[in-house]
């Protein structure tokens, strides 16, 4: 079993819809990250939570550390939010586990 | 702002070849990271690296994998003897606390033939 999983692995939207990514894990973390990775490649680094709620623009993460579950909204998507969405949580020893990714395209 | 940096972006190898990998770091960093990604596949943790020791390191991280920061700037990721299944997107990430957000290098991609 993946200890970070992430749903839907894909995810189609029209221009201006509200996006959802989800995310649980099962191992005990220090923090939790969201990366987005463009169709290049590279990965950038969107928020880093240990608790609560952060908000950056158009883009919102979310953690629920008792039931182990973080949320990544975008509202307002738009076609340059096309990317893969990854969570990645960092264990108590300093590594990182990541999830699939969610492959996210926004049609104008 | 302040990024890190990859060298090379790509680089094609013979299986059994050794290949170092270069990053450099933002300079105020201190903890330093490397990551694979094979094409299709989800990214893994390889190896943590601080105060010039590794830190952390996955079972992905064998005897044919070594980390080395050999000056004040570089951090490189050396594959001794390449295998096929080495293939795949290299990227570094360095962060100034063990907490902080990390920033991620823009990749290397190795191909190994």
């Known amino acids: ?108 | 702002e302040p990024e890190v940096t990859q060298t090379p972006s790509h680089q094609v190898t013979q299986m059994g070849q050794e290949v170092i990998l270069r990053c450099v770091p933002i300079s105020n960093h201190l903890y330093f990271y490397w990551y694979r990604q094979i094409l299709g596949q989800k990214v893994e943790f390889l190896v943590s690296f601080y105060n010039n020791e590794i830190s952390e390191k996955s079972e992905i991280f064998d005897d044919q994998f070594s980390v080395e920061r050999p000056d004040g700037s570089n951090f490189t990721l050396k594959i001794r003897s390449t295998k096929l299944e080495d293939s795949a997107m290299y990227f570094c990430a360095s962060t100034y606390g063990v907490g902080d957000t990390q920033y991620f290098g823009p990749g290397t991609r190795l191909l190994v033939l």
Not at chain 1, 19 to 37: D, E
Not at chain 1, 80 to 107: E, H, P, Q
Request: with cysteine; glycine share 8%; proline share 4%.
């Open chain 1, 1 to 108: 079993k993946n200890e970070v999983e992430q749903s839907p692995q894909n995810l189609t939207a029209q221009e201006g819809e509200f996006i959802t990514i989800n995310c649980s894990y099962s191992v005990g973390i220090s923090a939790l990250h969201w990366l987005q990775q463009h169709p290049g490649g590279g990965i950038v680094s969107l928020f880093m939570l240990s608790s609560g709620k952060k908000k950056h623009g158009r883009l919102i993460a979310t953690i629920n550390i008792q039931e182990k579950h973080s949320s990544l909204h975008i509202t307002a998507s738009h076609p340059r939010d096309s990317a893969v969405y990854i969570c990645a949580v960092r264990s108590w020893v300093n590594d990182m586990r990541f999830g699939a990714g969610t492959r996210l395209t926004v049609k104008p």
